[in-house]
Nanobody, 114 residues
Framework: QVQLVESGGGLVQPGGSLRLSCVAS????????MKWYRQTPGKQREWVAG???????NYADSVKGRFTISRDNAKNTAYLQMNSLKPEDTAVYYC????????WGQGTQVNVSS
């Protein structure tokens, strides 16, 4: 059974940092492209960052220079390092794995507030 489990969310002040993790099981993790999305109530899910099997990365303009996506294939884990957080980064963050199939995690809440 395939599972993606996100963790690392929480409450942080503006300007602070968080690192999200997404642990995958049941898939050949190293073959999958991993992506992070986020969603706020009443809005569509928004793509944030992606990393492919070759470790090439790309980012939404809204997070470029502040967020870093990475992966550790030995741990079947993708990460999203989030620095210089802003209130508008508040959202539920989801990881997505795609290759021959697409899988989503259950999400982790990030709140940026003073």
């Amino acid at each position: 059974q395939v599972q993606l489990v996100e963790s690392g969310g929480g409450l942080v002040q503006p300007g602070g940092s968080l690192r999200l993790s997404c642990v995958a099981s049941g898939i050949s993790f190293s073959s999958y492209t991993m992506k992070w999305y986020r969603q706020t109530p009443g809005k569509q899910r928004e793509w944030v960052a992606g990393i492919n099997s070759g470790h090439d990365t790309n980012y939404a303009d809204s997070v470029k220079g502040r967020f870093t996506i990475s992966r550790d294939n030995a741990k079947n884990t993708a990460y999203l390092q989030m620095n210089s957080l802003k209130p508008e980064d508040t959202a539920v963050y989801y990881c997505k794995a795609l290759y021959w199939s697409i899988y989503w995690g259950q999400g982790t809440q990030v709140n940026v507030s003073s």
